[in-house]
């Protein structure tokens, strides 16, 4: 059984376009997460996300909004792609960090997106 | 700000050899740190978590220190083995429970 699941696995798209990526753990987490990882190989937080609080890396731009129906799925979106946009997009969870510091973190196997 | 320097970014070694990847982070505050392993074209595996009060973690041919104080953890291979050639990701979380990452060394092990 995949532990953090994410779909599709392959994503190409024409500039402009809005496109969502899906994420589904089923591990009891509390705790999702969106990491990007661009052609360079450096992964960065986008993300954090448990049902109380959003935490968002400044960084991101607001073309991009996770979207959580229930506690174990933290979907995606993106609007109006760039080129820029390209790059592999991970999922995560973990257990509410709250409760401390010795929770790791489990990754999803990625979504790799091309904007043409 | 955060950053998280992996040294060194590539490393090729013969099999059996013993290696150790250095990470070394500026900002000391951390809660934790953490070592994955990234496959080519798949996701990542956690392999070691580090506590800020832990000086050293273990699981099988692995050892994982850190010196929160001078920024610096390293990660021992013991006796490396083909099967161990991958990417290795050191990360640190702060508050807020964001990991930054370094940029990962790649490893090679020759048979």
């Known amino acids: 059984d995949t532990a953090v699941s994410q779909t599709p696995k392959y994503l190409v798209t024409q500039m402009g376009n809005d496109k969502s990526i899906k994420c589904e753990q089923n591990l009891g987490h509390d705790t999702m997460y969106w990491y990007k990882q661009d052609s360079k190989k450096f992964l960065k937080i986008m993300f954090s996300?448990?049902?109380?609080?959003?935490?968002i890396n400044e960084t991101v731009p607001n073309r991009f909004s996770p979207k959580s129906p229930d506690k174990a799925h933290l979907n995606l979106h993106i609007n109006s792609l760039e080129l820029g946009d390209s790059a592999v997009y991970f999922c995560?969870?973990?257990?509410?960090?709250?409760?401390?510091?010795?929770?790791?973190?489990?990754f999803g196997p990625g979504t790799r997106l091309l904007v043409l | 700000k955060q950053e998280v320097t992996q040294i060194p970014a590539a490393l090729s070694v013969p099999e059996g050899e013993n290696l150790v990847l250095n990470c070394s982070f500026t900002d000391s505050a951390i809660y934790n740190l953490q070592w994955f392993r990234q496959d080519p074209g798949k996701g990542l595996t956690s392999l070691l978590l580090?506590?800020?009060?832990?000086r050293e973690q273990t699981s099988g041919r692995l050892n994982a220190s850190l010196d929160k104080s001078s920024g610096r953890s390293t990660l021992y291979i013991a006796a490396s083995q083909p099967g161990d050639s991958a990417t290795y990701l050191c990360?640190?979380?702060?508050?807020?429970?964001?990991?930054?990452f370094g940029g990962g060394t790649r490893l090679m092990v020759k048979p």
């Open positions: 990360a640190v979380r702060l508050a807020g429970n964001m990991l930054t």
């Open positions: 995560a969870s973990s257990q509410d960090q709250r409760r401390g510091s010795q929770e790791t973190q489990y």
């Open positions: 580090i506590q800020s009060s832990q």
């Open positions: 996300y448990n049902n109380k609080e959003l935490i």
